[in-house]
């Protein structure tokens, strides 16, 4: 769904969005429905505050014991938004001001706002996928879920590139 600044009135626009074909279906899995808001308000004439909040579920698969666990999603985002026509997209060397480490210039004055609710859910995805903190992960010799059962297994430590640190 794209939105003209120029579409924008003074007061602002308000979008409940519940259709689903903008979320990356592809990339991540989702356990349940999605819901978003999202405000936009003119500031000026080349500018426009993005307001949103999305909410879901999305299911990753831990790193550590290989096991499918779910995560909700519920989150507030803000993004200042600017028009920059001509030579503010241009790559040249300069020193950026405080104000403009939060802007997000375009090059045409069209929020996607589809496209943006796609990038904040990629923000709010874990870099780390951990079923819980204590995850213990798998035996590295015989497989088994040390969540869910021990194993007889010897750890030698002696072989590790660590052992020296056990002097």
Not at 3 to 10: H, L, M, Y
Not at 51 to 60: A, H, N, P, V
Not at 113 to 131: G, R, T
Request: aromatic share 8%; net charge negative; proline share 5%.
């Amino acid at each position: 769904m794209k939105v003209r600044f120029g579409e924008i009135p003074e007061e602002g626009l308000r979008y409940e969005i519940k259709d689903e074909s903008w979320f990356p279906d592809n990339e991540l899995l989702r356990t349940g429905p999605v819901h978003a808001t999202v405000v936009l308000k003119r500031n000026g004439v080349d500018r426009v505050l993005l307001e949103g909040w999305i909410k879901t579920t999305i299911m990753f698969e831990c790193d550590r014991c290989l096991e499918n666990y779910t995560m909700d999603i519920d989150d507030n985002f803000k993004l200042d938004l600017e028009y920059a026509p001509g030579n503010k997209l241009e790559p040249t060397e300069h020193e950026i001001s405080a104000s403009e480490m939060d802007m997000i210039y375009l090059k045409e004055p069209v929020v996607d706002l589809y496209a943006i609710l796609s990038q904040q859910l990629f923000l709010l995805k874990p870099e780390k996928h951990l079923c819980s903190k204590l995850c213990k992960g798998l035996c590295p010799q015989c497989g088994t879920n040390l969540n869910e059962e021990t194993c007889d297994c010897k750890q030698d430590f002696k072989s590790s590139p660590f052992a020296i640190l056990k002097k």
